[in-house]
């Protein structure tokens, strides 16, 4: 089982690059989302899906863009880095019945913008 | 708007202690919460999932606790090991059950040989 598998596990960039985190589940779970962790504010929630065509933002979506065509994949994008947005990323899911399985995370990207 | 409040900070504990981490939230309709655990540099571990409508959830020495009334849960580690050295996390998902988790900031426990 695979479970969350999120791709790369490290990266730098420049100021105003662009690249995408991959994030891709094998369990065929409908719930997917996007973290970011940084020091003193903790975890908190970028984008989100509840089934493949549909996403919504989070907490703090500025500088960020998802798309979701398959339930399996939920690709976040970067549109042009910051330095704010330094941190490591978290990709997670769950079922719909999430009340009773809970979330599975991926191991993470850290990501540092020069 | 929810949040999610962990006390301590920081624990340092001998081993072999049972200790006991905190986690309170403001809205109280909640679908469920979860406890994680974190190790230094790397992803999320699940420990333990309580319902709404459950009181509590064991997995070895752990125990996890929820009184959805005064907004709190607790997580009760029994005899204390350096392995369980790491940073503790607690969660909560709205009653619309959106996907959507907040978390606390966690507590960081050090257990001492």
């Given at each position: 089982?695979?479970?969350?598998?999120?791709?790369?596990?490290f990266?730098?960039?420049?100021?105003?690059?662009s690249?995408?985190l991959?994030?891709?589940?094998?369990?065929?779970?409908e719930?997917?989302?996007?973290?970011?962790?940084?020091?003193?504010?903790?975890?908190?929630?970028?984008?989100?899906?509840?089934?493949?065509?549909?996403?919504d933002?989070?907490?703090?979506?500025n500088?960020?863009?998802?798309?979701?065509?398959?339930?399996?994949?939920?690709?976040?994008?970067?549109l042009?880095?910051?330095?704010?947005?330094?941190?490591?990323?978290?990709?997670?899911?769950?079922?719909?019945?999430a009340?009773?399985?809970?979330?599975?995370f991926?191991s993470?990207?850290?990501?540092?913008?020069? | 708007?929810?949040?999610?409040?962990?006390?301590?900070?920081?624990?340092?504990?001998?081993?072999?202690?049972n200790?006991?981490?905190?986690?309170?939230?403001?809205?109280?309709?909640?679908y469920?919460?979860?406890?994680?655990r974190?190790?230094?540099?790397?992803?999320?571990?699940?420990?333990?999932?309580?319902?709404?409508?459950?009181?509590e959830?064991?997995?070895?020495?752990?125990?996890?606790?929820?009184?959805?009334?005064?907004?709190?849960?607790t997580?009760?580690?029994?005899?204390?090991?350096?392995?369980?050295?790491a940073?503790y996390?607690?969660?909560?998902?709205?009653?619309?059950?959106?996907?959507?988790?907040?978390?606390?900031?966690?507590?960081?426990?050090?257990?001492?040989?």
């Amino acid at each position: 089982n695979a479970g969350v598998t999120q791709t790369p596990k490290f990266q730098v960039l420049k100021t105003g690059q662009s690249m995408t985190l991959q994030c891709a589940q094998d369990m065929n779970h409908e719930y997917m989302s996007w973290y970011r962790q940084d020091p003193g504010m903790g975890l908190r929630l970028i984008h989100y899906s509840v089934g493949a065509g549909i996403t919504d933002q989070g907490e703090v979506p500025n500088g960020y863009n998802v798309s979701r065509s398959t339930t399996e994949d939920f690709p976040l994008r970067l549109l042009s880095a910051a330095p704010s947005q330094t941190s490591v990323y978290f990709c997670a899911s769950s079922a719909t019945g999430a009340y009773i399985y809970g979330y599975t995370f991926g191991s993470g990207t850290r990501l540092t913008v020069v | 708007k929810q949040e999610v409040t962990q006390i301590p900070a920081a624990l340092s504990v001998p081993e072999g202690e049972n200790l006991v981490l905190n986690c309170s939230f403001t809205d109280s309709a909640i679908y469920n919460l979860q406890w994680f655990r974190q190790d230094p540099g790397k992803g999320l571990t699940s420990l333990l999932l309580i319902q709404s409508s459950q009181r509590e959830q064991t997995s070895g020495r752990l125990n996890a606790s929820l009184d959805k009334s005064s907004g709190r849960s607790t997580l009760y580690i029994a005899a204390s090991q350096p392995g369980d050295s790491a940073t503790y996390l607690c969660a909560v998902t709205g009653s619309s059950n959106t996907g959507k988790l907040i978390f606390g900031q966690g507590t960081t426990l050090q257990v001492k040989p």
